[in-house]
């Protein structure tokens, strides 16, 4: 039997470079899901309010400045990409140096994090809307805090030299365990396992290894 309809929902949380992108967009391709950064959400937030000369402690002007953004979404092959008053950011403009470096102190900010709660399940609705079987969202808190009613709750980890590496290969300049631990850290639905969330160490695993983990363990039949 066909169960595909019993897991609308996978959360694919962890920290950066631990594979959670690659893994999403391959599994939401092989499963006909949607796929949803999350951690895009929050660059793109930053690039805003970076443009507009905002610093994180500046949580008055912050939040007048969120008062004025309308959120929708812009679908490109398999992947939801959130627009900023009918205006999708580009990918260069949001993986920039500095928004790197400050992504993770506006993710901490609560007024952030809550105005981007029900866009971010409201995604269910916006999979639906366009005909797929159901979401894939990967970020920090969607085991914990966005979905945590998902039937499949996925966490990966990696070694630190692995992770490294990776960044390394992809000729970004960013502080990876410097964020991780500005997310961990932080008040408001910090990077945590969730409970019953099933861990993946990918440090010895190819992307193909992952993949065929995660669909041995949620069971889906891709063929029926
Ligand atoms: O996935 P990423 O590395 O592009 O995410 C960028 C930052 O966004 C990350 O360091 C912390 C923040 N983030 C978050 O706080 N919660 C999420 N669900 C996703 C990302």
Redesign the pocket.
């Known amino acids: 039997m066909n169960n595909i309809y019993r897991c609308e929902v996978i959360a694919i949380d962890g920290g950066?470079a631990t594979g959670?992108s690659s893994t999403a967009r391959a599994l939401a391709e092989q499963l006909n899901f949607m796929h949803v950064?999350?951690?895009?959400h929050?660059?793109t937030l930053t690039a805003s309010l970076l443009q507009l000369g905002a610093v994180p402690k500046q949580t008055a002007r912050i939040a007048a400045h969120l008062k004025q953004l309308h959120l929708s979404t812009e679908l490109t092959g398999q992947s939801a990409l959130l627009s900023i008053n009918n205006k999708a950011p580009s990918n260069e403009n949001i993986r920039s140096a500095k928004v790197n470096a400050s992504?993770?102190l506006f993710?901490a900010l609560p007024d952030i994090r809550k105005f981007l709660f029900d866009y971010q399940r409201g995604q269910l609705l916006v999979a639906k809307k366009y005909g797929f079987k159901g979401i894939i969202m990967e970020?920090?808190?969607?085991g914990t805090t966005i979905f945590p009613d998902a039937k499949f709750r996925f966490f990966l980890e990696a070694d630190a030299s692995t992770r490294a590496a990776r960044r390394l290969k992809e000729g970004v300049n960013d502080s990876i365990t410097n964020?991780d631990d500005l997310?961990k850290t932080r008040k408001m639905a910090p990077l945590v396992c969730s409970k019953g969330a099933i861990r993946i160490d990918t440090s010895q695993l190819t992307l193909k290894d992952v993949i065929e983990r995660i669909l041995a363990i949620i069971n889906i039949k891709q063929d029926d």
């Open positions: 950066a959670k950064d999350t951690g895009a929050y660059r992504v993770s993710a970020g920090r808190d969607i964020r997310d």
